[in-house]
Nanobody
C-alpha cells in the first residue's frame, strides 16, 4: 500500500517557477510508474506528466518544455519542476502511482493518489 503526500504548492506570479514534491511511503517505490495530474475548478482532471521505473517521461503538449518530472528512488520522492508558469496552470495538483508497468495518461490506471496541493498562478 502506497501513501503519497504532496508538498510545494503556493501562490506564484506568471512566469515564475515552482517545484512540487511527492513523498511515497512504500518499499516498492522504485518499481512504480509515478504521475502528476491536476484539476482546476469546474474542469476535469488533466494528465500533466508521468515517469516510469526506467526513467522514461511523458508530457502532454500543454506542459511540454515547461514542466519536468523526475524521481529520486533513494528518497522515495517524485518531483514536478514547473517553469514559465501561466494562470492556466492554476489547479490542485495530485501525485499518483501504479505498479502496472507502462506510462498512462488515464487516471483510472493509477491505484494510489495523494491529497493534492494547490498551485495558484496570478497574472
Amino acid at each position: 500500500q502506497e501513501q503519497l503526500v504532496e508538498s510545494g504548492g503556493g501562490l506564484m506570479q506568471a512566469g515564475a517557477s515552482l517545484r512540487l514534491s511527492c513523498a511515497a511511503s512504500g518499499r516498492t517505490f522504485s518499481s512504480y510508474t509515478m504521475a502528476w495530474f491536476r484539476q482546476a475548478p469546474g474542469k476535469e482532471r488533466e494528465f500533466v506528466a508521468a515517469i516510469n521505473r526506467g526513467g522514461y517521461t511523458y508530457y502532454p503538449d500543454s506542459v511540454k518544455g515547461r514542466f519536468t518530472i523526475s524521481r529520486d528512488n533513494a528518497k522515495n520522492t517524485v518531483y514536478l519542476q514547473m517553469n514559465s508558469l501561466k494562470p492556466d496552470d492554476t489547479a490542485v495538483y495530485y501525485c499518483a502511482a501504479t505498479s502496472t508497468i507502462g506510462i498512462f495518461t488515464n487516471g483510472e490506471r493509477y491505484s494510489y493518489w495523494g491529497q493534492g496541493t494547490q498551485v495558484t498562478v496570478s497574472s
